[in-house]
């Protein structure tokens, strides 16, 4: 492992000396806060073998000490697997999911009074609710009947905040919140997921912490943030000032120096030993839990050069490792300027891949708003920006937006989008309870729990008895879309060719025999997929012409998914399509 700092906090650390139990450790520095309550101990490397040390601290002939231990790594087969195209990824905002210990409430019903103030906390759209680790665990089998196959967690450190159930607002990094249960309680998870082929995403936050962390009014260090809670500048969003080559600090800097919300304290990551400190809590949290990835929190908010070492030193630990990032802007030019391996706004950030928002927009306004579908293609005809727009993670929604159904009139527009969702490149990303049609405005009213995750629960969408039929009927044909997209490589390995685009058509191959060259191999047979979607409120024809395309001179087989009137013939180089109202059609292409 790179070699530690390890930050002590203690009293009175104003001109000790520390050393080590193991005479072959040394200490290469030491950096004491002007306070003495802190004392980053900067060690010259490693221990060459797992080990319990005790770091001793004197002064004037008074000792401290405290114990230190070096863990075994974990071996390499154990996690750490990585996500691809192949996977299909799910948010769960864990304290909203499923409660699977009442006595981590801290509202546990062993009387009415107790029962009665569990209830009017859930009450509060900004409350604690209950959700936890054990709460995931015990329902993987409703993930994988969805066809999941990545769990992503909001962040489960330590949030001793009134409204903080959302985990962004970290107390401490080297703790699970007991709201949602133990370190034990997220191994757990990790180990059931791992058992079933399955993949764990820890959400990340090397931006800020809460406005309760000791830190924020007793810093480790005087830079330790930017600004402090008395005087600080509040975050700003100009992501086109940070790509802009002729811009000057003084448009970036609210940026990357701002207090999200103007509440939460920023990380000084140009600090070496702040940048020291959040690249080891991640390092601890992969080991710990055998992480296959991780979800970064807003992303673009940190300094370049941070991140450039951050994943520098994860890719020599954890060669399979990916992130992904949020970038929450709708400009592809923006975007692809924070994915690895893009050098044209600064230094490479060796992000595996930002999230997909443009995309996301897109959807919005097409399925939503009533624009055109072509606005999807325009979304494709960007992706020579990315080095690797086939690792791009593409969304309906999130926990920081409105959900999908919220503005939907029909649910066809949802059935659609899925469609296209599931069907695209990259690695779809389905925010929990939109498979069963969710509603829910603006935060925190699309954060609501899920249906038979809470004592309260009259009905328990988590088993097939317990679903309405509108439930049923969405969770059923995302189901079946991620079927097919598990089943057909070309869906998950596949390039893709648009074939037509307009108003309310948008017809395209996957094949796998042009698969990019990153991550994810398709399979040594060739294999053509159709996807055809029809927005409309009738039946309709359309002809596309396939001359020299991929489709040319392939034979449409039988329709995996679509209504029985749903016809699709190639004839020389033209597709004829008849497709009724709102339709999806997949079929292969041989």
Known sequence: MPKPM??????????????????????????????GHWAQVWLEASPVKPETITLRARRNGQTAETKYTF???RPVSDG??????????????????????????????????DSAEARAERDKPRGWHGGDLRGVTQHLDYLQQLGVTAVWTTPVYENHEKESYHGYGATDLYRVDDHYGSLDDLKVLASALHARGMKLVLDTVPNHVGPGNPWVHDEPAPDWFHGTAESHLKAETNFHALIDPHASDRDRVGTLHGWFANVLPDMNTESPAVAQYLRQ?????????????????????????????????????????????EVFN????????????VTRAGVDTGLFT????????????V????????????????????????RLVPFLGNHDTARFSQGATTDAALRLAFAYLLTTRGMPQIYSGDELAMKGGEDPDNRRDFPGGFPEATKNAFTAAGRSPEQAAMFDWVSRLTAIRHKDTALTCGGLQMLNSGENWLVFLRDSSHAPASGCTAASDDQKVLVAIHRGQ?????????????????????????????VAEITGQQLKLQMGSNDVLIAACH
């Open 281 to 325: 809590d991640a390092v601890w949290w992969i080991e710990q839990t055998g992480a296959d990835a991780l979800r970064i929190d807003t992303f673009p908010y940190v300094d370049r050069e941070f991140w450039h070492e951050f994943h520098g030193e994860l890719a020599k630990l954890y060669p399979r490792l990916t992130e992904v990032g």
């Open 80 to 113: 750490f697997a990585g996500f691809s195209s192949r996977d299909v990824m799910y948010l769960i905002m864990t304290d909203r999911f499923a409660d699977g210990d009442l006595t981590n409430d801290g509202l546990e019903a062993h009387s009415a009074a």
């Open 330 to 341: 709708g400009d592809p030019v923006i975007t692809s300027s924070f994915a690895g391996g």
């Open 6 to 35: 390890l930050l002590v906090r203690g009293e009175g650390f104003s001109g000790a000396k520390f050393s080590l139990s193991d005479a072959s450790l040394h200490v290469e520095k030491t950096v004491v806060s002007a306070n």
């Open 367 to 390: 399925f939503l708003k009533g624009e055109s579908l072509k606005k999807l293609s325009d979304v494709l005809e960007s992706d020579s920006l990315y080095p690797h727009p086939e």
């Open 354 to 365: 930002p999230f997909d928002f443009p995309t996301y927009f897109a959807l919005r306004d």
């Open 71 to 73: 863990a075994a790594r």
């Open 538 to 566: 009738a039946s309709e024809a359309l002809t596309v012409d396939l001359t020299s395309t991929w489709a040319a001179g392939c034979r449409v087989g039988p329709t995996e998914l679509g209504i029985s009137s749903s």
